[in-house]
């Protein structure tokens, strides 16, 4: 028995429940760790460079965060559905879904990678860049996004893996590609023997090299996997599991989407309080990224077991897990909020020399410190809202969020009552606590988990087939399904 299988048992101690949540959000949050390390060595490289250098990949960065929601989109409705499907005993059901993502993630990469090979300089262009920096980032961007199909698999592939309950796996693939990843930016953008050094172009290979390792990695995980059997002829388009797919992660990725925009809303807010405080405040941002990993690593497994459970409509049991794995995120995020407390000041002197800008950092971080806590709640009841196949509230939540109550606070406290980059940060944790408020109530009073959509008389008959003779059946099975 797999440990995603045992949280389907009952009667399990506490004991062993944090024990099976631990497995499986660790290998994620080591992942997170890699994930956010790939793009610190990016940043560091590329910065020995030039400034222009650094300055495209950032420009880069804001474009493909936006590819980033599109390919997780997918990545979240394989997820859940997976795990639905895994928590009936629906193994032949959770290895469609697998094959209809992995379509899915070719026809959005493919299409993705046709835009930016026709539109790339005028999406780079719209950011309003300079000539030098509008030329590198077009290269950049063209190099890493044409090959998107390879971008969109890493996400769709990990998330079939996830699905089935395996979080190392992935972990491991990431791992290799970091480091792929490392020594390929170092022997491109210097330039090592006969290599000839190049720049930002080396840069942008590296990335596409390290994800072509790292599919392969995933694609041979997924064929070694007992619960999924991927055969080529049966790889058929289905509209209705396309129309699933989509059903559950559009409203993932506009979560993201919503997020992003409303940043750039209040962003205006800081801009007007000085360039020392809008760097702090990108600065503080940074550093406290460290401690989204391991949050997200127990959102991931808050998904799984979630999914697992209201498959198999182990309603309670998915309640129980869901406040469980909150609260032990929120454990480990306390002690992440007091080493921001304690020593945030001093890691923002690794980012500048200014005793004033390190000041505001420190500023900053010390009062995230106490939200730590209520970001875990919120992070990880997403993640368990994702799994109850409800992502359309976490959205509309966001949405609200950041763009009444954080803009509205931020605009009262940082600018009409004058507390600079304080104003900013405690309208940052205002927003985060009502928000994991909201999220724990609707959990409480069992308001959180989307029944499955009944199927059609047509799907019924189709479900329950003899596979040999194509004739209906009552008690039927569930193999053409």
Not at 76 to 103: F, S, Y
Not at 363 to 378: E, G, N, R, S, V
Not at 459 to 468: A, I, S, T, V
Request: with cysteine; hydrophobic share 55%; glycine share 8%.
């Amino acid at each position: 028995m797999s440990i995603a299988d045992r949280t389907l048992q009952e009667g399990l101690r506490t004991s062993e429940k944090i024990k099976i949540v631990l497995i499986l959000a660790m290998p994620a949050v080591i992942e997170n760790f890699f994930q956010t390390l790939l793009g610190f060595v990016d940043t560091l490289f590329v910065a020995q460079v030039g400034l222009e250098e650094v300055t495209a990949v950032g420009v880069t960065n804001a474009i493909l965060a936006i590819y980033f929601a599109v390919f997780m989109a997918i990545g979240v409705g394989v997820n859940v559905l997976m795990a639905n499907a895994r928590g009936e005993g629906n193994d032949r059901r959770a290895t469609k879904i697998a094959q209809q993502g992995i379509i899915q993630a070719i026809i959005v990469g493919v299409l993705l990678g046709v835009l930016t090979l026709v539109f790339a300089e005028n999406l780079i262009r719209l950011l309003g860049v300079e000539p030098e920096v509008l030329q590198l980032a077009t290269v950049y961007f063209q190099i890493l996004a044409i090959p998107s199909i390879v971008m969109a698999l890493m996400f769709v592939l990990s998330s079939i893996l996830r699905g089935t309950g395996d979080t190392k796996s992935p972990m491991k693939a990431v791992i290799i590609a970091n480091v792929v990843n490392m020594v390929f930016d170092y022997l491109l953008i210097f330039g090592f023997l006969f290599i000839p050094p190049l720049g930002i172009v080396g840069a942008a290979i590296a990335g596409v090299l390290a994800r072509v390792v790292g599919v392969g990695m995933l694609f041979y995980y997924v064929r070694k996997n007992d619960a999924i059997d991927l055969k080529k002829k049966q790889f058929r388009f289905n509209l209705q599991d396309q129309k699933d797919l989509l059903g559950l992660g559009a409203p993932a990725a506009g979560e993201r989407l919503a997020m992003r925009i409303g940043q750039v809303v209040y962003f205006g807010f800081i801009v007007a309080l000085g360039t020392s405080t809008f760097s702090a405040h990108q600065i503080a941002g940074n550093i406290e990224t460290f401690s989204y990993m391991i949050a997200y690593g127990f959102a991931a497994a808050a998904t799984i077991i979630v999914g697992r459970l209201v498959g198999a409509k182990q309603y309670e049991q998915a309640k129980s897990y869901a406040k469980l794995i909150a609260l032990i995120s929120a454990g480990f995020m306390v002690f992440m909020g007091i080493l921001l407390f304690i020593f945030g000041e001093w890691m923002g002197s690794f980012f500048t020399d200014d005793p004033v800008v390190q000041a505001e950092i420190g500023t900053a971080l010390k009062i995230a410190a106490f939200f730590q806590p209520f970001l875990a709640i919120l992070l990880i009841l997403t993640g368990a809202f994702q799994g109850a196949r409800n992502t359309k509230f976490p959205m509309y939540l966001t949405t609200v969020g950041i763009w009444l109550i954080r803009t509205v606070f931020v605009y009262i406290l940082a600018i009409q009552l004058e507390l600079g980059i304080a104003g900013v940060w405690l309208a940052i944790g205002i927003d985060i606590v009502i928000r994991a408020a909201v999220l724990w109530y609707r959990v409480e009073t069992d308001r959180w988990i989307k029944p499955e959509k009944k199927r059609s008389h047509k799907e019924e008959l189709r479900c329950h087939c003899d596979p040999q003779t194509k004739q209906a059946q009552v008690s039927g099975c569930v193999n053409n399904y």
